[in-house]
């Protein structure tokens, strides 16, 4: 911190930190392509109609 407040050439400087715990880092991350396609479909529901338009499936 002291090499930052002499390279801007202010001593009134604070810096604050802070730490995301797990419960706020919000919904987990999809790691199969299923889970995946459902989280897309969920924020977007229209990949629903165009999965069933073209009778699209996951491998």
């Known amino acids: 911190m002291l090499f930052l407040k002499k390279e801007v050439k202010n001593d009134f400087l604070e810096l604050e930190t802070a730490i995301k715990t797990e419960e706020e880092e919000g919904p987990r ?5 299923t889970e995946k396609l459902e989280a897309m479909m969920q924020k977007n529901p229209a990949l629903a109609l165009l999965r069933q338009q073209f009778n699209l499936d996951i491998d």
């Open 29 to 33: 991350k999809a790691f199969t392509a």
